[in-house]
């Protein structure tokens, strides 16, 4: 007993030791909130009192303003942000959304009330918010005054992260797990959808062909429009790389939905500037610099992509339209004389249609107003042109401009590469699972690791487990693929409860490494050489190479464990296992858990059991309880 008392006080001061080691001011405030600090350590004094400092300076309307370090406030900085706790909300830059995780991991470790109530708050400001065409503005109120601060807003993935969140509520999972009541979960739903609805109105169409999005979008006419007077109308390569990011997780879409991620990911592969990537480097007058360098297999797009075709002549008609009525003047003075030029003036004669689907670039500096909506198209030093008053004009970015912005980026390339055949891959295993009941082993479903003398166990949803004796840990690879990596040479052992029995099993993932192929050696018994069911090595750029093997057990069903190995290299991979679904009656049961003729399934004494009609069913469709409630 003396032994006991002295091993748990050590266990608990390691455990505080642990918490309290972790440096917070070592983190901006978008890490604190999306997580780098420990599980436990939201739940610390340290954290509930950065969560009140969050609380003080809460807007009267529920958000918060962006690129506040929260988690760093001196008294004066506390006391300014108070002071404009009546002005607008942002959600530009992460602003709101980022609190409002925070909060939520910090009531979930706590359970203080007010964390949830200032959560609450935020909530209803988003929902609130939301334009009655769909999509959100960078600030709440709204300006009202035709500023780009009211447009539907796409720039810096403000519509993804309000989306994302939504998402994440709406699934009731993780840090949002009963946070909220059935009734708000289905305010959120509707304002998703109506989110959703707006993003696939907004995709721009390119001559007849959707392409892909702008940051900011009108929220009468959908097109394209301007934001800051760098940020010309066009087809952002940036944002829409993360809002389809996005749209790819969305579950079951719709036809409408996947005909609108297959059009984008298709246009923005055939305007990508190939074998080119950008370097940093130092200039001859030591700036640091960037540059558009040569390199195999790579590829780069324009943040800001000249719009073409009908679109683009609307589309440039209406901004220089807008720029016309508001008739406003921008000055320069140089050599003690002053250039005076109207802002339709300026975007007008640098215009040129004949560029259209090239990068286009501009300048944003209040020391050079002269230049604002100047469209222009070097990446790289050029040189100025003399334009009608004999002013110098540039006609290219220089060292800060080139630094200071995202005006070319590789953004796309793991969509296009990586995520979209993962994507495309789910959406054919959801059309292949017709007739069966499945069993995904990922990381989606993966629910924690235990031992067992030499094993070690992966488990899984629905009582399911992958053991090895190697002792080797758990570990994912890419996110898309919600893949698990695998050792070579291992020998690994799916467990299957009883009353699961697997008619065929898919492999989808890749080879982890560049320096040879793997393959599947062994599956139950049966062995196979390195030309069969091969995962190819990434190619030089280190790109994944992502394939799907599915194996089908022809003499008989799989049951109780299912054996295999990888030789080669080690793979990432996610697996599914596939039960043809009985004819008994009980084919109708759903995985989640409602109430009435569906319900739900459960591991009750190692066997998988279904629920419907009051009756409790074995993966055979036998009743195995009967009258019992599906809360059992």
């Known amino acids: 007993m003396k032994k006991t008392l002295l091993i748990l006080p050590s266990f608990l001061l390691s455990c505080i030791f642990s918490i309290q080691a972790q440096d917070v001011s070592t983190l901006s405030w978008s890490q604190v909130c999306s997580g780098k600090m420990s599980t436990e350590w939201y739940g610390t004094d340290e954290a509930q009192r950065i969560a009140d400092d969050v609380l003080y300076v809460q807007k009267v309307n529920g958000g918060w303003m962006k690129n506040d370090e929260l988690h760093k406030l001196t008294s004066a900085q506390k006391q300014a942000l108070y002071n404009k706790r009546n002005e607008h909300s942002c959600l530009d830059n992460t602003a709101t959304t980022q609190e409002m995780r925070f909060l939520a991991k910090v009531y979930k470790q706590t359970g203080i009330e007010k964390y949830k109530t200032a959560f609450m708050k935020a909530l209803s400001?988003?929902?609130?918010?939301?334009?009655?065409?769909?999509?959100?503005?960078?600030?709440?109120?709204?300006?009202?005054?035709?500023?780009?601060?009211?447009?539907?807003?796409?720039?810096?993935?403000?519509t993804t992260n309000v989306m994302k969140l939504l998402q994440e509520i709406i699934g009731n999972k993780g840090d949002f797990e009963n946070l909220v009541d059935a009734e708000t979960r289905t305010r959120c739903e509707a304002a998703f959808q109506k989110g959703l609805e707006v993003i696939i109105k907004c995709q721009v169409d390119d001559n007849g062909t959707k392409a892909a999005w702008c940051a900011q979008h009108d929220t009468t006419t959908f097109l394209p429009t301007e934001g800051r007077p760098h940020e010309l109308p066009s087809i952002s390569g940036s944002e829409s790389a993360s809002l389809l990011s996005f749209l790819m997780t969305i579950e079951n879409p719709s036809e409408e939905l996947k005909a609108t991620i297959t059009s984008a990911v298709e246009w923005l592969d055939a305007h990508k500037i190939e074998d080119?990537?950008?370097?940093?480097?130092?200039?001859?007058?030591?700036?640091?610099?960037?540059?558009?360098?040569?390199k195999a297999g790579s590829a780069i797009w324009g943040r800001f992509i000249q719009l073409g075709g009908a679109t683009g002549e609307e589309t440039y008609n209406a901004f220089f339209t807008k720029l016309k009525n508001r008739n406003k003047s921008r000055s320069y003075t140089t050599g003690g004389k002053t250039y005076t030029y109207t802002e339709y003036e300026i975007a007008t004669t640098s215009y040129r249609p004949e560029m259209a689907y090239q990068p286009i670039?501009?300048?944003?500096?209040?020391?050079?107003?002269?230049?604002y909506y100047r469209f222009l198209y070097n990446f790289e030093d050029t040189e100025p042109e003399i334009d009608s008053k004999g002013l110098a004009i540039p006609t290219s970015l220089n060292a800060v401009r080139r630094t200071s912005y995202q005006f070319l980026g590789s953004w796309c390339m793991n969509v296009i590469n990586v995520e979209y055949p993962a994507w495309l891959q789910r959406i054919k295993d959801q059309e292949e699972s017709a007739g069966y009941t499945t069993y995904a082993l990922t990381s989606d479903t993966y629910t924690g690791t235990t031992t067992s003398g030499t094993s070690t166990f992966y488990n899984f949803a629905d009582g399911i487990s992958i053991s090895n004796e190697k002792g080797k840990g758990y570990a994912t690879g890419l996110s898309s693929v919600k893949s698990i990596k695998y050792s070579a040479g291992v020998k690994y052992i799916i467990n299957l409860p009883e009353g699961i029995a697997v008619d065929k099993i898919k492999f989808y993932g890749y080879d982890n490494y560049a320096e040879a192929d793997a393959y599947i050696s062994e599956l139950n018994g049966m062995t196979y050489n390195s030309t069969e069911y091969v995962f190819p090595a990434k190619d030089a750029n280190g790109t994944a190479q992502l394939t799907s093997h599915t194996i089908e057990f022809a003499d008989q069903p799989a049951t109780g464990t299912i054996g295999f190995t990888v030789a080669g290299k080690q793979c990432a991979l996610a697996i599914t296992l596939f039960c043809k679904d009985s004819t008994s009656g009980v084919t109708d049961i759903t995985k989640k858990g409602i109430e009435g003729e569906k319900g739900r399934k459960i591991l009750l004494n190692g066997r998988v059991l279904l629920y419907k009609n009051g009756n409790w069913y074995n993966m055979a469709g036998q009743v195995v309880k009967q009258n019992l409630s599906p809360n059992k």
């Open 125 to 158: 400001l988003i929902l609130t918010a939301e334009k009655g065409c769909g999509g959100w503005s960078q600030y709440w109120p709204l300006s009202g005054n035709g500023s780009y601060q009211d447009y539907i807003t796409f720039n810096d993935n403000l």
């Open 361 to 371: 670039y501009a300048i944003y500096d209040d020391q050079y107003q002269h230049l």
């Open 276 to 294: 080119k990537a950008i370097e940093e480097f130092t200039n001859d007058n030591g700036e640091n610099d960037r540059r558009v360098i040569d």
